[in-house]
């Protein structure tokens, strides 16, 4: 099977702008959770979308925001970005309905805003 | 208080080496899973390894183990054998009914770098 896919790789933007990212699962996984990862902050869990739902959401804030497809690819947008948004966003996928799961991730995707 | 606690930032390790890497955790739910995923410099978290607090023995997959000590509340990852390519950071992470389903708990990862 192919792993799960996440585009673009990277990105540069300014601050003011926003930003999507997206994230294709590995087939039959039906859940999406999304992942911040910053040097200060660590990995931080963002968001996770099962059946085109959001299930669980994390400590961000509203500028941060996703959606779920009818084909389990996942969008997160991020609104009017800070510096501080620079990171890498990691998706991860998993079945969704089996109890406690593995996630596998992506390769993520850089976001450098300046 | 921390979730999960990685207190070391990083390892060195002799190629063909052992090494452990230590995770605790925090949590009063008796069911969770704990995970080990590596990341190497690209950016990708790999999973390697998987204990649930019910499992009666302790996970392996490969040249990964887990030595895990439910009382202590601790989740060691140990690498034998250790190769060039384990060089990597290495992340423990945890999921519990508190966080809830498919979110994650991550520590602050250690660096390990294998040297030949």
């Known amino acids: 099977k192919a792993g799960v896919t996440q585009t673009p790789r990277y990105l540069i933007k300014t601050r003011g702008q926003q930003v999507t990212l997206s994230c294709s699962p590995i087939?039959?996984?039906?859940?999406v959770s999304w992942y911040q990862q910053t040097p200060g902050q660590g990995l931080q869990f963002l968001f996770e979308?099962?059946?085109?739902?959001?299930?669980n959401k994390g400590n961000f804030p509203g500028r941060f925001s996703g959606r779920q497809f009818s084909n389990s690819r996942s969008e997160m947008n991020v609104s009017t970005l800070e510096l501080g948004d620079s990171a890498l966003y990691l998706c991860?996928?998993?079945?969704?309905?089996?109890?406690?799961?593995?996630?596998?991730f992506g390769p993520g995707t850089r976001l450098l805003v300046l | 208080a921390q979730k999960i606690t990685q207190t070391q930032p990083g390892m060195f390790v002799q190629e063909k080496e052992a090494v452990t890497l230590d995770c605790t955790y925090d949590?009063?739910?008796?069911?969770?899973?704990l995970f080990w995923y590596k990341q190497p410099s690209s950016g990708e978290m790999i999973f390697l390894i998987y204990?649930?607090?019910?499992?009666?023995q302790n996970a392996t997959e490969g040249r990964y183990s887990l030595n895990f000590q439910k009382a202590r509340k601790s989740a060691n990852l140990v690498i034998s054998a250790s190769q060039l390519g384990d060089s990597a950071m290495y992340f423990c992470?945890?999921?519990?009914?508190?966080?809830?389903?498919?979110?994650?708990?991550f520590g602050t990862g250690t660096r390990l770098t294998v040297i030949p």
């Open positions: 087939s039959g996984h039906r859940s």
């Open positions: 992470a945890m999921r519990d009914k508190q966080t809830g389903a498919n979110n994650l708990f």
């Open positions: 979308y099962f059946s085109e739902t959001q299930r």
């Open positions: 949590t009063s739910d008796p069911s969770y899973g």
């Open positions: 991860a996928s998993s079945a969704g309905d089996r109890g406690v799961e593995t996630q596998y």
């Open positions: 204990q649930g607090s019910y499992d009666q």
